[in-house]
C-alpha cells in the first residue's frame, strides 16, 4: 500500500512541475503537433513511472510510513488463539476512497464506449465525398476512430464542408487515442487539480490542431469561425461543456502566436529528469564523496540502515502478514503462573526481518540507535489482576508473557527478506499481542 502512495506521490509531484514547463514553453506556442507530442509523453506518464530506473525513483526510505503496525493477535487463558480484528487506519480509507473513484470513473469511461458502440450499430450509415459517415441526429458531429457521426439534416450546408473535414482530420490523426489516454490519465490522478488542467489542455489542443489543419487547405477563417458558431447554435450555453471550448477555439484562431520551433520538444528529456530530480528530494540530505557510484551509496545505506518501509517488504510464506499471524496464533502458549495469577494485557514487540531473513528482537541500545529515543525491546501496557482491575501485577509476571512472545517471534520461519534498489534490508515491524482471560 506504502508503494501505491509513493507511485502516485512522485508522479503528481512530477505533473505540476511539467505542467509549469508546458505553461511556459507550449501555451502560447501555435506549432500544435509539438504541444500534441509534449502532452501525450505527460498522459503516459502514469504508465511508464513503474518502469523508470532507481535513478529517477523516489526513495521509499524517504516517505513517511502510513502504518507499520502489523495486526496482532489474541491468546486467552484457555489457550486458544485468536486473529486479531482487522483494524481500519487512515491508510486504509484513504486507498478504500481512492480505489471507489478509480473504479467509478473506468465504470463510467466504459459505459461511454458502449455508448458509442450502440450508436454506431443503430446510426444511418451514408457516404459523401468518398467518406463514410454515420448519421445519428442525436448526437453532434464528433468522431471516435474510424467512425465520424455528423447528420447533414442537421448542419447548414454552408458549414458542412468544415465540420466534415474538421472531423476527418481527427479521425486520420488518431486523435481518439490522445482522449482515451487522457480520460485513464485523470482517473488516475482524479484527486489532483493539475491533471484535470492537462485534460483540458489536450482536449483543447486537438480542437486547434484540427481547426490549423483546415485553414491550411485555404479555407476562408471568418467563414470557418462562423461553422464552428453554427455547429452548437442553439445548444450552447453556461452550462453546455461545448461553450467555453468554442470560444477558446474561436480566439486561438484570432491570436497573432508564432510557429514554435521544434527544438522545444527536447526539453521533454531534461524538464522529465528535473521534475523526477525534485520529486526524489527528500528531508534527509546525505553527504557521500564524490567518488563514490550511486550503487555504492545504495549498497552502504542498505548495509547500516533499518527500513519501515522499502520497495519489496518482506514476506512470510508467501504473504506479507497474514500467515505470520496465523503462525503466532498457533504457537503462543499463556504462561500458566501468569494465567493462575489473573495477568492479562498487551504487549507490543518490535522485531527486524533481517537481510537473511531470520528474525530478532532488537534490545533498548540497538532501539534507541535506529529510532532516536529511549524505549524498551518490548512494550508492557493496560496489565491488571482478575481480582483488582487497579493493580499492578508483579514484574515477573509480565516478564513471563515478554519472555514467551519473545521465544514465539524469534523462532519463526526464515522470510524472505525486504529489498530497496535490489538490495536486501532490514525492516522493523511492530507486532501486538494480547493475553486475555475469560
Same mark, same amino acid.
Given at each position: 500500500?506504502?508503494?501505491i502512495?509513493a507511485?502516485?506521490?512522485e508522479?503528481?509531484?512530477?505533473l505540476?512541475?511539467?505542467?509549469?514547463?508546458?505553461?511556459?514553453?507550449?501555451e502560447?506556442?501555435k506549432?500544435?503537433?509539438?504541444?500534441?507530442i509534449?502532452?501525450l509523453?505527460?498522459?503516459i506518464l502514469?504508465?511508464?513511472?513503474?518502469l523508470?530506473?532507481?535513478?529517477?525513483?523516489?526513495p521509499?526510505s524517504?516517505?513517511?510510513?502510513?502504518?507499520i503496525?502489523?495486526?496482532g493477535?489474541?491468546?486467552?487463558?484457555s489457550?486458544v488463539?485468536?486473529?486479531?480484528?482487522q483494524?481500519i487506519?487512515?491508510?486504509?480509507?484513504?486507498?478504500?476512497?481512492?480505489?471507489?473513484?478509480?473504479?467509478?470513473g473506468?465504470?463510467k469511461?466504459l459505459?461511454q464506449l458502449?455508448?458509442?458502440?450502440r450508436a454506431?450499430?443503430v446510426?444511418e450509415r =451514408?457516404?459523401?465525398?468518398? !467518406?463514410?459517415l454515420l %448519421?445519428n441526429?442525436?448526437l453532434h458531429? +464528433?468522431?471516435f476512430f /474510424?467512425? @465520424?457521426?455528423?447528420?447533414p439534416h442537421?448542419?447548414?450546408?454552408?458549414?458542412f464542408?468544415?465540420?466534415?473535414?474538421?472531423e476527418?482530420?481527427?479521425?486520420r490523426?488518431?486523435?481518439?487515442?490522445d482522449?482515451?489516454?487522457v480520460?485513464?490519465f485523470?482517473?488516475?490522478n482524479?484527486?489532483n487539480?493539475?491533471?484535470?488542467?492537462?485534460?483540458?489542455?489536450?482536449?483543447?489542443n486537438?480542437?486547434?490542431l484540427?481547426?490549423?489543419?483546415?485553414?491550411?487547405k485555404?479555407?476562408d477563417p471568418?467563414?470557418?469561425?462562423?461553422s =464552428?458558431?453554427?455547429q452548437? !447554435?442553439?445548444?450552447? %450555453?453556461?452550462s453546455?461543456?461545448f461553450? +467555453?471550448?468554442?470560444? /477558446?477555439? @474561436?480566439i486561438?484562431?484570432?491570436k497573432?502566436?508564432?510557429?514554435?520551433?521544434?527544438?522545444k520538444?527536447?526539453l521533454?528529456?531534461p524538464?522529465v529528469?528535473?521534475?523526477?530530480?525534485?520529486?526524489?528530494c527528500?528531508?534527509?540530505?546525505?553527504?557521500?564523496?564524490?567518488?563514490?557510484?550511486?550503487?555504492?551509496v545504495a549498497?552502504k545505506?542498505?548495509?547500516?540502515q533499518?527500513?519501515?518501509?522499502?520497495?519489496e517488504?518482506?514476506?512470510?510464506q508467501?504473504?506479507?502478514?497474514h500467515?505470520f499471524?496465523?503462525?503466532i496464533?498457533?504457537n503462543?502458549?499463556y504462561?500458566?503462573?501468569?494465567?493462575e495469577?489473573?495477568?492479562?494485557?498487551?504487549?507490543?514487540?518490535k522485531? @527486524?526481518?533481517?537481510?537473511?531473513?531470520t528474525v530478532k528482537?532488537?534490545?533498548q541500545?540497538?532501539?534507541?540507535k535506529i529510532?532516536?529515543k529511549?524505549?524498551d525491546?518490548?512494550?508492557?501496557v493496560?496489565?491488571?489482576t482478575?481480582e483488582?482491575e487497579d493493580?499492578?501485577?508483579?514484574e515477573?509476571?509480565?516478564?513471563l508473557?515478554?519472555?514467551e512472545?519473545?521465544r514465539?517471534?524469534?523462532?519463526?520461519?526464515?522470510?524472505?527478506?525486504g529489498?530497496?534498489?535490489?538490495?536486501?534490508?532490514e525492516?522493523?515491524?511492530t507486532?501486538p499481542?494480547?493475553?486475555a482471560?475469560?
Amino acid at each position: 500500500m506504502n508503494n501505491i502512495f509513493a507511485y502516485l506521490l512522485e508522479l503528481n509531484i512530477a505533473l505540476l512541475v511539467l505542467f509549469v514547463a508546458y505553461k511556459i514553453f507550449f501555451e502560447r506556442d501555435k506549432n500544435f503537433i509539438i504541444r500534441r507530442i509534449y502532452l501525450l509523453g505527460v498522459i503516459i506518464l502514469p504508465f511508464i513511472l513503474p518502469l523508470l530506473p532507481d535513478a529517477l525513483r523516489m526513495p521509499l526510505s524517504g516517505i513517511s510510513p502510513v502504518s507499520i503496525d502489523l495486526e496482532g493477535v489474541t491468546i486467552f487463558g484457555s489457550g486458544v488463539a485468536q486473529e486479531a480484528t482487522q483494524s481500519i487506519t487512515m491508510g486504509n480509507i484513504i486507498l478504500a476512497l481512492y480505489s471507489l473513484i478509480l473504479a467509478f470513473g473506468l465504470i463510467k469511461l466504459l459505459i461511454q464506449l458502449v455508448n458509442i458502440m450502440r450508436a454506431v450499430h443503430v446510426s444511418e450509415r =451514408i457516404e459523401i465525398r468518398g !467518406i463514410s459517415l454515420l %448519421s445519428n441526429q442525436s448526437l453532434h458531429a +464528433s468522431s471516435f476512430f /474510424n467512425y @465520424i457521426f455528423i447528420d447533414p439534416h442537421s448542419v447548414k450546408e454552408d458549414s458542412f464542408d468544415h465540420i466534415l473535414e474538421h472531423e476527418n482530420i481527427h479521425r486520420r490523426e488518431w486523435h481518439s487515442i490522445d482522449r482515451i489516454l487522457v480520460e485513464l490519465f485523470v482517473m488516475i490522478n482524479w484527486f489532483n487539480p493539475v491533471a484535470w488542467l492537462f485534460r483540458k489542455s489536450v482536449i483543447e489542443n486537438l480542437e486547434y490542431l484540427a481547426d490549423s489543419a483546415v485553414l491550411q487547405k485555404g479555407t476562408d477563417p471568418m467563414k470557418y469561425q462562423l461553422s =464552428i458558431l453554427n455547429q452548437y !447554435i442553439g445548444s450552447a %450555453s453556461i452550462s453546455n461543456q461545448f461553450s +467555453s471550448q468554442i470560444k /477558446n477555439r @474561436i480566439i486561438m484562431l484570432n491570436k497573432n502566436y508564432k510557429l514554435g520551433s521544434k527544438w522545444k520538444l527536447f526539453l521533454f528529456i531534461p524538464i522529465v529528469f528535473i521534475a523526477f530530480f525534485i520529486a526524489s528530494c527528500t528531508e534527509k540530505e546525505a553527504s557521500v564523496e564524490a567518488i563514490e557510484t550511486t550503487e555504492e551509496v545504495a549498497k552502504k545505506a542498505a548495509e547500516s540502515q533499518v527500513f519501515y518501509v522499502v520497495e519489496e517488504m518482506p514476506t512470510f510464506q508467501g504473504e506479507e502478514a497474514h500467515e505470520f499471524r496465523m503462525y503466532i496464533a498457533k504457537n503462543l502458549k499463556y504462561p500458566e503462573e501468569a494465567k493462575e495469577n489473573g495477568v492479562t494485557g498487551k504487549i507490543f514487540i518490535k522485531f @527486524i526481518v533481517t537481510k537473511d531473513g531470520t528474525v530478532k528482537v532488537p534490545d533498548q541500545e540497538t532501539l534507541s540507535k535506529i529510532e532516536g529515543k529511549e524505549m524498551d525491546e518490548v512494550v508492557v501496557v493496560t496489565y491488571r489482576t482478575l481480582e483488582n482491575e487497579d493493580a499492578t501485577p508483579d514484574e515477573k509476571y509480565i516478564d513471563l508473557l515478554r519472555e514467551e512472545v519473545i521465544r514465539v517471534v524469534t523462532s519463526s520461519p526464515a522470510w524472505e527478506p525486504g529489498k530497496q534498489r535490489g538490495q536486501a534490508v532490514e525492516v522493523m515491524y511492530t507486532f501486538p499481542v494480547s493475553f486475555a482471560l475469560q
